[in-house]
C-alpha cells in the first residue's frame, strides 16, 4: 500500500480549560483555516457548524487551539473514503 503526502494538514482541535479534543482540522496549507475544515470526533454532540461560527469544546464550551499539526498522508483504505465523503457532504449542506 503506498502513501502520498498531501499538501493538507491535519491538526487535533483541543480545549485550553478542560484539554477535551472535540475533532480535527483537516486544511490546505497556506489557505485560511474555516470551520468547514473541522471534522468531528466519533460521538460528537456539539453543535452544528455553520460558516462564521466559532469552534469552541463541545464539552465545557472554552476557547480552543489547535494541537499536534503534521501533514496529511493518505492511504487507500475505507477510512480515507468516508473521511473524503463527509468532507464533501459539509461543503454542499455549507453551500
Known amino acids: 500500500m503506498s502513501s502520498e503526502t498531501t499538501d493538507r494538514l491535519i491538526a487535533d482541535v483541543k480545549c485550553y480549560f478542560c484539554g477535551h479534543i472535540s475533532g480535527q482540522i483537516i486544511a490546505q496549507r497556506n489557505k485560511p483555516i474555516r470551520v468547514e475544515n473541522f471534522v468531528p470526533r466519533p460521538g460528537f454532540t456539539g453543535a452544528p457548524l455553520k460558516p462564521g461560527d466559532r469552534l469552541r469544546c463541545e464539552r465545557c464550551g472554552g476557547p480552543v487551539f489547535l494541537e499536534d ?26 453551500a
Open 69 to 94: 499539526a503534521e501533514p496529511l498522508s493518505f492511504h487507500t483504505t475505507v477510512a480515507d473514503e468516508a473521511l473524503k465523503k463527509r468532507l464533501a457532504s459539509r461543503r454542499e449542506e455549507a
